[in-house]
DNA sequence: ACCTTTCGTTGAAACCTTTCAATCCAAGGA
DNA sequence: TCCTTGGATTGAAAGGTTTCAACGAAAGGT
């Protein structure tokens, strides 16, 4: 294997010029089945495979999008990322997955290789949604996606969820479950969907007519099973009397890390404390008391942001939108007694 | 944004020769500092941006390196990702990971897009490791590295864990915990992982002089939460002088599965069942029962085969080699009572 | 004052594919 | 027999970058 074989090796091997062996390439019809035949002899004999650069070079644009999510190992997002594939294959696309893990120094060299890449488009879910880096992508020329999250301007299309809906139903229902002493757990608040799920949190708080100081504020490190676990030493070490009967958590990993925390301590849910997660992952409805929790339409979510990040891509007369989805609250076990 | 521009923009607006401009992107050390003001100044300017096609065409390979994993929603992938991604990061190179989601046609379609891409190199979990479509791939010219399978000749590099080793020191800690009648939890047995696994389970139990009846297999139609559930009222649905006291499951998702189905059926975890797992994902010491598990060296495994990826890439002497890990019994409450 | 280095810059070639106008040839019509 | 038509094939150009031999000018040495 000394030099991939080019149009040209072919070409010459089946003895056609080189545009013949293109034609057979992208537009076999014109080519007569005699000589088709003897080019892609000669194609299998030299092992030819087409140089993707090269076809890019000349068409100006990939055949490739990508998703740059924050967290592959959240199962949120890949399950997100699963509609974005099956979309993708759909439209003939391939799909790159890019994990920014949750740094905006990675999410900006990921993106600026794939701006470089020429990629088709890009569907990102960032660190901060407001970030200039997102403008400059376009700027650029490749068409941006922003998934799960909204920008305040509307100079990009985003598919996005209403979190502070989702924060209001999960503190909604444990009011009406009775709770007038609940923690909020999540962080760090730089995260968009944190701050938004808390400020509806509170605003269902404030509505029920509760005092502030009675929704106690835990706040997270990451959204981490771990952090979960350390969030639950932390909020059943509180005095008895401060002690919230409910906790409402930013997502599912973190609620099902205090799950956990609190049944190594032996203590019960929801009897001790009642949870409410937020994602619906696979993972919430198999825990040992099954998690009640907000769901969100992933696959669909990224369904929906594929379909407006090719719009971009190919609709001169595109206009952007903001797409949210309604959450809804799926109740189960950990609250229900 | 008309079209975006290009060295050539760049070279005409600073007034020099593109050659220079290339001069400053790739050797900036030969070029005065004033030249290369002027320079970086109109690239500013036209807001340029290198095309990575065109300069991979001319280079001949990318800057990329791609992982093709068999199952992106499964957290033992994903921990072997950032592996990769970390080692990948160090060595300057990007990450694009490729779900197959278990379809061979779409492992084949990855593959074939990434060889005309020119990747560096390919990691891969291939769903069958002895498939002839990986010998096309390096055959045409690209590094591949597969990654927790081994081939059975040894014409690629691998990076796995002994999973026969992993299957009987499951089974040995469930024999030496007393349990006379196990279940192996596990399949499609086209999975190479599970029957690597069960054969080490079989021989473990015969070498302990056990009935070979009395370890029942349990086939599942894949390695999920949902699997697990199904599996479990098969299991519990046995006669009771034929119901196994312990299982192991050929991963922790379906252990995970197993416990749900067990806990909202009333019963406990040892005392009705015991349960061993397989990889150590984060979530089985979460779990409500935290789960003993059989942990594999997830990051090391994408960090090892990282650099046996590049090696085949530099280094013309690379010699094939196949890294085995040894896994680990980690014992918890869901077999110690 | 002349020759040699050294440094900075240049221009052209090469990488591989696709496209398109131009050419060729055979068949069919007049 | 000559002309037209249509299909098959060709050859050259274009796309953006990198590399490298070659060139010019300025600096250093004698």
Not at 60 to 70: I, K, N
Not at 175 to 183: K, L
Not at 256 to 284: K, M, N, R
Request: glycine share 8%; charged share 25%.
């Amino acid at each position: 294997m000394v030099r991939a074989s080019s149009v040209k090796d072919v070409a010459a091997r089946a003895g056609v010029s080189l545009g013949t062996v293109s034609n057979v390439l992208n537009r076999p019809d014109r080519v007569s089945p005699e000589t088709r035949a003897r080019v892609e002899q000669a194609m299998r004999d030299l092992g030819f495979v087409r140089n993707e650069s090269a076809r890019q070079l000349r068409a100006g644009r990939s055949r490739t999008l990508a998703y740059v999510l924050l967290d592959a190992r959240n199962p949120f997002f890949t399950d997100v990322a699963e509609g974005v594939e099956r979309a993708a294959e759909a439209a003939g696309l391939s799909l790159f997955l890019c994990n920014s893990d949750n740094r905006s120094s990675r999410e900006q060299d990921y993106l600026a290789h794939l701006v470089e890449q020429r990629v088709q488009g890009i569907l990102v879910t960032p660190v901060d949604a407001q970030s200039p880096a997102l403008a400059d992508v376009r700027r650029n020329g490749t068409p941006v996606v922003i998934v799960d999250r909204t920008r305040s301007d509307d100079t990009f299309c985003s598919v996005a969820v209403d979190d502070e809906l989702g924060g209001r139903l999960a503190v909604e229902h444990l009011i009406e479950q009775g709770h007038t002493r609940v923690a909020f757990i999540g962080g760090p608040d730089t995260i968009g969907q944190v701050r938004d799920r808390l400020e509806g949190a509170r605003k269902a708080w404030a509505d029920a007519g509760l005092p502030p100081e009675q929704l106690v504020v835990v706040t997270t490190e990451a959204l981490t099973v771990v952090e979960g676990r350390s969030a639950g030493e932390r909020v059943m070490g509180l005095g008895r009397n401060r002690r919230p009967t409910a906790a409402f958590c930013a997502n599912d990993l973190l609620a099902l890390g205090l799950l956990q925390q609190l049944s190594t301590s032996g203590l019960s849910v929801p009897g001790d404390l009642a949870i409410v997660g937020y994602d619906d992952i696979e993972y919430a409805s198999a825990a040992a008391v099954p998690l009640t929790s907000v769901r969100q339409p992933r696959q669909e979510l990224g369904r929906r942001a594929t379909e407006l990040v090719l719009d971009e891509a190919d609709n001169p007369e595109h206009v952007h939108q903001q797409v949210v989805f309604t959450p809804e609250l799926v109740a189960r076990r950990s609250t229900l007694g």
